[in-house]
T-cell receptor, first 110, second 113 residues
Framework: DAKTTQPPSMDCAEGRAANLPCNHS???????VYWYRQIHSQGPQYIIHGLKNNETNEMASLIITEDRKSSTLILPHATLRDTAVYYCIVNDNAGNMLTFGGGTRLMVKP | DAGITQSPRHKVTETGTPVTLRCHQT?????MYWYRQDPGHGLRLIHYSYGVKDTDKGEVSDGYSVSRSKTEDFLLTLESATSSQTSVYFC????????????FGQGTRLTVV
């Protein structure tokens, strides 16, 4: 079973920030939080990951709560091309298999 | 983009025939994975490999076998294809040295008729 819980769908207006939540209350101390997205029928694409500190890259920001039981992926200025399914995954980055849950289907609307 | 190629990209085959899908990487990554994706089920792991000749089963391995005789190639074989194996198959690679998790191929759409 997936170790994360995400809302099945969300809408966001184009140009606004998209905040995608993820619950991972059973995360272990050595597990990272990873975010991937899958646009239409393409292969999943890495977005960002973090252990306990907040992280930012050119695509998104990742906010992890102090107790590490939940996180939020932030797309600061969503565009129509950000419409995709977003997956939150916990993994120890030691080669163990990624377990995908249902993800959140984000629809960015004009 | 990471060097990962799946072949073929599309295939239609008949029930009962053997089918082999190939995943080829140029990144020298240790770990390779095969997933299938079906509507309503998301991505599910079939088999994975943690080195040459080292493989293990995932959650939906029945009806599939894999082989990894070289670091760069991970083969998925359907010994006798069934209609329930109609799916989109994704290969992924990863290495613990990576800071970007796993890289996925573009997928193989397999139809068993």
């Amino acid at each position: 079973d997936a170790k994360t819980t995400q809302p099945p769908s969300m809408d966001c207006a184009e140009g606004r920030a998209a905040n995608l939540p993820c619950n991972h209350s059973t995360i272990s101390g050595n597990e990272y939080v990873y975010w991937y997205r899958q646009i239409h029928s393409q292969g999943p694409q890495y977005i960002i990951h973090g252990l306990k500190n907040n992280e930012t890259n050119e695509m998104a920001s990742l906010i992890i709560t102090e107790d590490r039981k939940s996180s939020t992926l932030i797309l600061p200025h969503a565009t129509l091309r950000d419409t995709a399914v977003y997956y939150c995954i916990v993994n120890d980055n030691a080669g163990n298999m990624l377990t995908f849950g249902g993800g959140t289907r984000l629809m960015v609307k004009p | 983009d990471a060097g990962i190629t799946q072949s073929p990209r599309h295939k239609v085959t008949e029930t009962g025939t053997p089918v082999t899908l190939r995943c080829h990487q140029t990144e020298n990554h240790r770990y390779m994975y095969w997933y299938r994706q079906d509507p309503g089920h998301g991505l599910r792991l079939i088999h994975y490999s943690y080195g040459v000749k080292d493989t293990d089963k995932g959650e939906v391995s029945d009806g599939y076998s894999v082989s990894r005789s070289k670091t760069e190639d991970f083969l998925l074989t359907l010994e006798s294809a069934t209609s329930s194996q109609t799916s989109v198959y994704f290969c992924a690679i990863s290495d613990h040295r990576d800071r970007e998790g796993a890289f996925f191929g573009q997928g193989t759409r397999l139809t068993v008729v």
